[in-house]
């Protein structure tokens, strides 16, 4: 393995060039989501997620003290039946890197140099990553660049359901 070269795309140098720096993160999400699932092996569909949440929960594998702060104070048990109540319908799968966040993702010289933290991915739907994303963007810079990051990926009717709720199953991993 080699180092990947550049800076973290959290990296406050980002700051003078924001819209480049979310269309960059874009398209390295259209990059991953374009790998060809077919012969996948690595399954993280929303079934598989949720049986491995169950089993973190039960096993207390689950940082309480690190929720997001709209979830500070609730019980991992809480966050789990949240997620059985409010499971999406469909699945729109890709292949995802499975922790899209801005700290996983390096920038060299204005192009995409590599990712990093590849644990979780495989098989999901394509808002496990565009949640977490929106979320680091929002964490390390503006949220205000959310809706940028969504339309230079190509989606213009976003489904904020499915942004909160890949939001909510991240707290138990």
Same mark, same amino acid.
């Given at each position: ?14 700051? @003078? ?16 989501? @374009?790998? #060809? ?5 690595? #399954?993280?569909?929303? /079934? ?6 169950? !089993? ?10 690190? $929720?997001?702060?709209? %979830? ?5 048990? /809480?966050?789990?039946?949240?997620? !059985? ?29 590599? $990712?990093?933290?590849?644990? %979780?991915?495989?098989?999901?739907? %394509? !808002? ?6 929106? %979320?680091? $963007? /929002? ?16 989606? /213009?009717?976003? #489904?904020? @359901?499915?942004?909160? !709720? ?8």
């Amino acid at each position: 393995m080699t180092e990947v070269e550049g800076a973290f795309a959290c990296d406050p140098s980002f700051n @003078s060039d924001m819209p480049r720096l979310v269309r960059l993160l874009a398209e390295g999400l259209r990059m991953i989501h @374009s790998i #060809d699932i077919k012969e996948c092996p690595f #399954d993280c569909r929303l /079934e598989i997620k949720l049986k491995e949440a169950e !089993y973190r929960v039960k096993n207390g594998l689950v940082d309480e003290d690190n $929720f997001d702060h709209i %979830r500070q104070g609730m019980k991992d048990v /809480e966050v789990l039946e949240e997620l !059985y109540k409010l499971k999406p319908a469909d699945e729109d799968l890709v292949f995802t890197h499975g922790d899209y966040c801005l700290p996983n993702i390096f920038i060299n010289n204005g192009k995409l140099s590599g $990712f990093i933290d590849w644990g %979780r991915g495989g098989v999901a739907d %394509r !808002y496990q990553d565009l949640a977490l994303a929106a %979320r680091s $963007f /929002e964490h390390n810079f503006d949220a205000k660049w959310v809706p940028l990051l969504f339309k230079e990926y190509g989606i /213009e009717n976003i #489904d904020y @359901s499915k942004v909160e !709720y890949y939001k909510l199953l991240d707290e138990l991993f």
